[in-house]
């Protein structure tokens, strides 16, 4: 019987041998960079911190780093109790059912937190889990629009998210820094 030869290469296009990490298109780091803003006197613009509109803020000094994880921990606290991962942007962690006792402090928290953000109106809950949990991106972190009642109706949504990013903040941690 003849035996087969072992090809020393598969054939096709030859491999590609990267060095580092892949960091997009010209135009993707354009778009990072502007949405990540000039940046602060003491911390420069982070082009990295720019997958959701939570980091922006954070990247831009718009909101402190208590209320950055205050609304990364609501999105978890919600994931966890509804169980829609993919909603929030999450994964689910570890294997098999979370215990009762988890599972009841996880439902006390984001309860703690819903009613934290109801008490200030549900303008402030709705912009805050637009921005938290959906991850939508608000019109006031694009850019100012022409229109002035939709200037006015920007500035409100904004107030409305920073005031609920505040309170899931005083909710989960007890307390806030202000902005850097």
Known sequence: MARKRARLN????????????????PEQQLRRALLAGPGTANQPPDPVMTSTPLDILKTRGLI????????????????????????????PEGQGEPS????????RKYRACAIALLSLGRRVKDATDNLVIYRRMPAWL????????????AERERQAAIQGLTALAMSLFGKTRKAA
């Open 64 to 91: 402190s780093l208590d209320q950055h994880s205050a609304g990364l921990d609501y999105a978890t606290l919600y994931a966890k109790f509804t169980g829609r991962y993919r909603d929030a942007g999450l994964e």
């Open 100 to 107: 009762e006792d988890a599972e009841a402090e996880v439902e």
């Open 142 to 153: 694009q850019g100012a629009s022409q229109n002035p009642s939709r200037r006015a109706g």
């Open 10 to 25: 598969k054939g096709g296009r030859p491999r590609i041998e990267r060095t580092g990490p892949d960091r997009g298109t």
